[in-house]
């Protein structure tokens, strides 16, 4: 009884959401057409940079601690730190060599693939210096909330090879995958290459970051090979406890991930926060409800995961949809990436210990794709000049397939060099004793 | 002497202590500790993964008590312990063959 309930409460939540998108206003595509007629000289906006330095901070709080946490939470006790370690020491070395030539490359210059040399170490640039991206702030914040855009790509990357794979081969593979993976993209999608120039939305990073970081995640999961003992012993998560305050990090900090990619205190920013609200909201509901009919149970794990794909799902369509949309798409992603995380992930035979893909991959293709549905007028989105639903929705399917060859192959080649000159998985009596001891020479919790 | 060990339910440990208290048993050591017998464990889903486990908590009390109380110590700790329903646990009898108190140095059934 309970169950017909449920999936008759799903399936009329769905239909409501449905037509409340209908009837929904959108917006006017980028409202600043009023400029048009005068040359404006962008001037500093006080707003803006506090926002934006704000939302840097926020994205920061994103990986640490909350990614480290999400992650950390779910694999055995005597491998947390080794999680905590990768996820911290990615932080630090990606932002790092962001400033030094992430930043350059992605964002200076008008190559198709990669930008130019002409910032290297962000010579050139002054504390005064606006950034010529997001006219009202200075080019440092634009600098360092891009940094943390970087690091947390690279560092989503680690839940899939888990509690097998050489803190040595994380580096070197961190290093190669950052540098031919996703300075590449952020330039074609943001940068003024390919992509971007192809018409592919994206508003905050579903392709650059998650479809991006959830393939070198699978092809490394598929690599590593799987864990000794699954499919035969239990490897539950040691605490759901900490996974669902890396979780609330995560969303409290994707605020400023979305709402922060608007580049400004604006309307935009106001409209990706509340889609980042209800997308979540609504994943995390249509997850646990899924949960509830298949197994009986809904479970903390499960409204923490929902949440989590509702929020990859809605990142490239934040401030281009409605908040109407925004729900439908996550009462969407909450069952897709369920499935995701079970059924595909059986399919694919593969240990993607903390379900990198199942999340991001699933829940950031769903968004790229619903992003060109959603950002239609009719459906209370913005669209662009020009809109016709059915070129961008294969605009966003060509982005994102190349997303995914892209990925695909520099990871392969990635851990491939990994592999020949640091060696990728550790020994079997290490993995057996725990990364933490035999990695790193420490214990997580004393008895 | 003997050593007098019991797996109960954990619930059940502040009725089988004052029971145990009430016979003239003053001293146990306790430890948490897995097993099963006949009652059925449960079941753990995290994603898509079902973890089927069969050990359940319970509590392991070691008592050294002289040879005239082991069997008033058997019932009390039987009938605090006993629920009725299936993993109530069990008692085991050991033969003990010294015990030394370390303060003081004394043994046999003054160290009890």
Redesign the interface.
Known sequence: MTKKLLSMGLGAGLLAACASVLAQDGGAAAAPAAAAAVEVVPTLSAGDTAWMLTSTMLVILMVIPGLALFYGG?VRSKNMLSVLAQVFVIFSLITVLWAIYGFTLAFGGEGKFFGGFDKLFLMGIAPDTLSSALKTIPEYVFVAFQSTFAAITVALIVGAFAERIKFAAVIVFSVLWFTFSYIPMAHMVWGGGLLAEDGALDFAGGTVVHINAAVAGLVGAYMLGKRIGFGKE????HSLTLTMVGASLLWVGWFGFNAGSAGAANGIAGLAFINTIVATGAAALSWIAAEALH?G?A?M??AA?GAVAGLVCITPAAGLVGPMGSIVMGLIAGPLC?WG???L??MLKVDDVC?VF?VHGVGGILGAILTGVFCAKGLGGIEPEGFNMGHQVWVQVKSVLLTIAWSGVVSLVSYKIAALTVGLRVSEESERQGLDITSHGEVAYTR | MKMVIAIIKPFKLDEVREALSQIGVQGITVTEVKGFGRQKGHT??????E?V?DFLPKLKIEAAIADELVDAAIDAIEDAARTGKIGDGKIFVLSLEQSIRIRTGETGDAAL
């Open positions: 779910l239990a490897l539950p998560p197994r149970k479970s794990l499960g995961s369920l995380v079970s059924g992930k059986r379900d199942g | 753990e889903l995290y994603r898509g993964a973890y486990v």
